[in-house]
C-alpha cells in the first residue's frame, strides 16, 4: 500500500569520486545475476517529477478515496491527466534507464521491478519489466474490468471536450506534476468519458496511494528476487513499503542489496553498498567499468 502524503526527504551532499563508486559497485555486481528496483529518481532526469526527491515541492498525492470519492473529483482528475499524461508520453529515457537495458543485454541485470509509470524502462529497451504500480499508458474500468490505451482515451477526450487543451495551454506554462497529471484549476467545463463498453467509472491503471498493488503483481515480483544473486536499488527512496518489501526479503534470504539513490533510504541499513548520487551518473559508469574489465 503506498503511502497517503509525504514531504521532500532531506537534501545531502553526493558521494565524492562519482567513476570511483561507480567501479566499485560495477565490480560487487560483476558475475551475480542482479534484479533492478527503480524508484521516482531514476526518471526525475527525464523530466517527470517526484515526490521525495531533496528540494522537490512539498505535494499531496492523488489517493484511491479521493478518485472514488466524487463524480466532481473525477471531473477535476481527468481534466489534469488529460494534459499531464501526454507530458509523461513525450518523456525520453535518460542514461540511467539506457544503462540499466544495456546490462540486460549483456546478461548482468535479469530483470527490473520498477515503481515509475511512466513506461521509460520498456523505451530504452528494457524486456523484463514489473511495473509494480501500473502504468499511465493503460486506463481500466473500475465495474467490469475492461482495459484500454490512453491513446484511445485520449481521442475519445478530445472529441468531448474540443478545444479545452488549446484554451487552457494558450492561458500560460502548465506545471507537471507526477504520476501523469498536472496542475489545474477551472477544471469546470471538462467533460468526462464513461467505459464504452458498460458506461462504468474509468481510471488510469496506476496503483493510487492507499490502494494495494495486484497479489499476483508481488508474486511475480518475490519470485524474481528469489532468483536474484544480487538486487540493485535505483533512484528509490524507498519510503513506499511496496518497494522496501522487497529489499527486507533479499536481506532475509542472503541476497546482498546495493542501492544507488540522492539523499537517505529507508534500506540503507541493509545495504552492502550504498551510494549517494544520481543514478544516470553512477549506472552508465557501471557499464563503462564492465566494459573495461571484460575488454
Known amino acids: 500500500m503506498r503511502p497517503t502524503a509525504w514531504e521532500p526527504a532531506e537534501a545531502t551532499s553526493p558521494d565524492p569520486d562519482p567513476q570511483g563508486r561507480a567501479a566499485e559497485l560495477a565490480g560487487f555486481l560483476d558475475g551475480r545475476r542482479t534484479l533492478a528496483l527503480t524508484g521516482a529518481g531514476l526518471s526525475t532526469p527525464s523530466g517527470i517529477p517526484d515526490y521525495r526527491s531533496p528540494g522537490a515541492p512539498p505535494?499531496?498525492?492523488?489517493?484511491?478515496?479521493?478518485?472514488?470519492?466524487?463524480?466532481?473529483?473525477?471531473?477535476?482528475?481527468?481534466?489534469?491527466?488529460?494534459?499531464g499524461w501526454r507530458h509523461m508520453d513525450a518523456a525520453h529515457p535518460n542514461a540511467a534507464h539506457r544503462a540499466l537495458a544495456a546490462m540486460e543485454s549483456s546478461g548482468l541485470v535479469t530483470g527490473v521491478i520498477t515503481q515509475n509509470v511512466d513506461m521509460l524502462h520498456m523505451k530504452?529497451?528494457?524486456?523484463?519489466?514489473?511495473?509494480?504500480h501500473g502504468s499511465y499508458g493503460r486506463v481500466i474500468c473500475l465495474d467490469c474490468g475492461h482495459r484500454l490505451s490512453r491513446y484511445t482515451l485520449h481521442r475519445e477526450l478530445e472529441a468531448a471536450n474540443t478545444g479545452f487543451s488549446d484554451r487552457v495551454v494558450g492561458r500560460g506554462?502548465?506545471?507537471?506534476?507526477?504520476?501523469?497529471?498536472?496542475?489545474?484549476?477551472?477544471?469546470?467545463?471538462?467533460?468526462?468519458?464513461?467505459?464504452?463498453?458498460?458506461g462504468g467509472i474509468l481510471k488510469p491503471d496506476i496503483v493510487y496511494f492507499g490502494e494495494a498493488v495486484a497479489?499476483?503483481?508481488?508474486?511475480?515480483?518475490?519470485?524474481?528476487?528469489?532468483?536474484?544473486?544480487?538486487?540493485?536499488?535505483?533512484?528509490?527512496?524507498?519510503?513506499?513499503?511496496?518497494?522496501?518489501?522487497?529489499?527486507?526479503?533479499?536481506?532475509?534470504?542472503?541476497?546482498?542489496?546495493?542501492?544507488?539513490?540522492?539523499?537517505?533510504?529507508?534500506g540503507d541499513?541493509?545495504?552492502?553498498?550504498?551510494?549517494?548520487h544520481r543514478c544516470e551518473v553512477i549506472l552508465p559508469g557501471v557499464t563503462r567499468a564492465l566494459s573495461q574489465d571484460s575488454a
Open 59 to 83: 505535494r499531496t498525492p492523488m489517493t484511491i478515496q479521493m478518485f472514488l470519492g466524487s463524480a466532481e473529483f473525477r471531473r477535476h482528475y481527468w481534466a489534469r491527466n488529460h494534459l
Open 269 to 276: 541499513s541493509l545495504a552492502a553498498i550504498k551510494i549517494d
Open 215 to 266: 497479489k499476483d503483481v508481488v508474486d511475480q515480483a518475490f519470485a524474481m528476487v528469489d532468483a536474484a544473486d544480487a538486487l540493485l536499488v535505483a533512484g528509490s527512496s524507498l519510503t513506499v513499503m511496496s518497494g522496501l518489501r522487497f529489499v527486507r526479503h533479499a536481506a532475509r534470504i542472503g541476497t546482498p542489496v546495493a542501492i544507488v539513490n540522492r539523499g537517505a533510504t529507508r
Open 173 to 198: 506554462a502548465i506545471e507537471v506534476a507526477p504520476d501523469a497529471d498536472a496542475v489545474l484549476t477551472d477544471t469546470a467545463e471538462f467533460v468526462v468519458v464513461d467505459c464504452p463498453r458498460c
Open 124 to 132: 530504452a529497451g528494457s524486456r523484463r519489466v514489473i511495473d509494480l
